[in-house]
């Protein structure tokens, strides 16, 4: 779905959790379900109407090709898309969502978790594989597995 990097050296390439993981309410793309319109099977973008697509889907950039995290944690490698979220109260906010199962526990994903958390406490939030909720308090962030 990403389209529009701010860091000219990413690309989505094979990439297209964001057509799979977050509601696309213009879409009425339900969360975790392929877009109608995507190819999971597709090594490109996979999207079958791209010219044509939704002005919230062609906006949408994740934090990773907005340039957070290295340059080899693109969320299809590291199983965690960096969502960018609109909180009610909070207004801009940041959800770690998980893509495969335990994802979020692995070193790379708690070490960015970690500083997540330090350089914006309280709006950091997480969606284990298949939850469709968001949450703050679930994960433990596990330091001694912390890596840099
Ligand atoms: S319209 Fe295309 S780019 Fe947008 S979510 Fe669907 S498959 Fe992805
Ligand atoms: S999740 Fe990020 S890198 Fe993957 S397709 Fe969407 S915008 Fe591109």
């Not at 975790?32 to 002005?55: K, V």
């Not at 207004?91 to 958390?117: C, H, I, K, M, N």
């Not at 330090?118 to 001694?144: C, H, M, W």
């Amino acid at each position: 779905m990403g389209s529009t990097p701010t860091n000219q050296a990413r690309a989505c390439g094979a990439c297209k959790l964001c057509c799979m993981l977050p509601e696309i309410p213009s879409m009425n793309k339900p969360v975790d379900t392929w877009c109608a319109h995507a190819d999971p099977t597709s090594t490109d973008c996979g999207c079958t109407d791209y010219e044509n697509r939704p002005d919230g889907c062609r906006a949408f950039s994740c934090g990773w090709l907005r340039g957070m995290g290295d340059e080899d944690d693109r969320p299809d490698k590291l199983g965690v898309m960096f969502q960018p979220v609109m909180h009610d109260d909070l207004g801009d906010a940041l959800a770690f969502v998980e893509a495969e199962p335990g994802a979020l526990d692995r070193p790379r994903a708690q070490w960015y978790l970690s500083q997540a958390f330090v350089q914006a406490p309280g709006r950091i939030f997480i969606r284990r594989y298949r939850d469709l909720n968001f949450k703050t308090t679930e994960l433990t962030v596990n330091r001694s597995s912390i890596a840099g």
